[in-house]
């Protein structure tokens, strides 16, 4: 069975830092591509970041480029999202998900669509 677990989402004021995790059980991590998704109130979900095990498969939105990074720990099966210098906009809640038949680059053009394993989500409010 498939388990996907973010962590780590909390209230916080514009300019601070956060950092989510997710841990993947039941997958073979280290051959599975991982993503943030966001969605926010009366919004559509929104790609946020991707990762792969290939060098350099890794994809940020450009909403976020620059602030957030993803990245993932094989030893631990788990994958983050450090993020910087957050605002406002950047409230939401945060889904992330495994992806074994998807790279980075897919998971970032896919919209979601397709991808099988979510897990329930961690909501960030940024405060102004």
């Known amino acids: 069975q498939v388990q996907v677990v973010e962590s780590g989402g909390g209230l916080v004021q514009t300019g601070d830092s956060l950092r989510l995790s997710c841990a993947a059980s039941?997958?073979?991590?280290?051959?599975?591509?991982m993503g943030w998704f966001r969605q926010a109130p009366g919004k559509e979900r929104e790609f946020v970041a991707a990762?792969?095990?290939?060098?350099?498969?890794?994809y940020h939105a450009d909403s976020v480029k620059g602030r957030f990074t993803i990245s993932r720990d094989d030893t631990k099966n788990t994958v983050y999202l450090q993020m910087n210098s957050l605002k406002p906009e950047d409230t939401a809640a945060y889904y992330c998900?495994?992806?074994?038949?998807?790279?980075?680059?897919?998971?970032?053009?896919?919209?979601?669509?397709?991808?099988?394993?979510w897990g329930k989500g961690t909501r960030v409010t940024v405060s102004s």
């Open positions: 039941g997958v073979t991590f280290s051959r599975t591509a």
């Open positions: 990762i792969s095990w290939r060098p350099g498969d890794i």
């Open positions: 998900v495994a992806a074994p038949l998807f790279t980075a680059q897919t998971i970032s053009v896919s919209r979601g669509y397709d991808i099988k394993y």
